[in-house]
């Protein structure tokens, strides 16, 4: 049960598990039991909705698609505005449904990755996993070597402290100038509220790197690329040891 939940993308199993212990979860109208099994003719709710589990309990290989996402599309499957989604160009998956790794902002551009492996997913997002974020960001006027050391050390952001574990200089032109950094957490619109805190605005954001996935040089805006399977097996690898207790 546990197992076919997470697969499914709605969260670890630990956090399944607490779900059925709670008695939020139901399989064919009955409270659901920690380690039950399930089929896909079953009638699985949680918290009185349906969910289909009948692509999750198919045998699938592990997939991981690359996709150099563009700006102007959201991070969603569906928009109330009309505007263009980030799923509307994606190739079908081998099986089961594409699930979003993290999020882009609609002004950022660059690496995003998708799984048809919801525990997978979930453990590339959770802040325990520590996975590297690396960007390229322009901002408007040039920083002194005194802000660069405060971004370094931290500075203190509405939801708590933040910092970017390496900055190195790209180049700088009238009124810009363009930086590598690198961090470890995924906290919504961090690179911008770091760089504003210190009074500088970004004016371009792009994600080359998450983990040990980077985006491909000749993968342009709008096209997406399986992942090779050593690349997937050196991704998980790096989740290896690493805890995903939300406790």
């Not at 592990?62 to 102007?72: D, E, Q, R, T």
């Not at 322009?138 to 390496?166: I, M, W, Y």
């Not at 004016?203 to 000749?218: A, K, T």
């Amino acid at each position: 049960m546990q197992k076919a939940l997470a697969a499914a993308g709605l969260g670890s199993r630990r956090t399944i598990e607490d779900w059925i212990r709670e008695g939020r979860v139901t399989v064919n109208g009955k409270v659901a039991e920690l380690g039950q099994r399930v089929e896909s003719a079953d009638r699985i709710e949680v918290d009185g909705r349906m969910i289909s589990l009948q692509a999750t309990l198919a045998p699938a290989a592990v997939a991981v698609l690359g996709y150099h996402k563009p700006l102007g599309e959201v991070t969603t499957r569906s928009d109330p505005q009309g505007r263009p989604t980030v799923f509307d160009r994606l190739p079908p998956p081998p099986a089961g449904r594409w699930i979003v790794v993290g999020r882009l902002d609609v002004n950022t551009s660059g690496l995003l990755l998708f799984t048809n492996d919801g525990e997978l997913a979930h453990r590339l997002m959770h802040p325990s996993s520590q996975i590297e974020r690396e960007y390229l960001v322009r901002v408007r006027e040039h920083p002194d070597a005194a802000t660069l050391a405060r971004l370094r050390a931290g500075v203190e952001l509405d939801d708590g402290p933040a910092q970017f574990d390496r900055i190195v200089t790209e180049n700088a032109s009238d009124g810009h100038a363009w930086f590598r950094v690198v961090l470890h957490e995924g906290r919504n619109r961090e690179v911008r509220r770091l760089w504003s805190a210190v009074g500088h605005e970004v004016s371009r954001l792009m994600r080359l790197r998450y983990g040990v996935v980077e985006l491909p040089r000749d993968l342009r805006a709008g096209e997406s690329r399986l992942l090779p399977s050593d690349l997937i097996a050196a991704l998980q690898r790096n989740l290896s040891g690493r805890s995903t207790s939300t406790s």
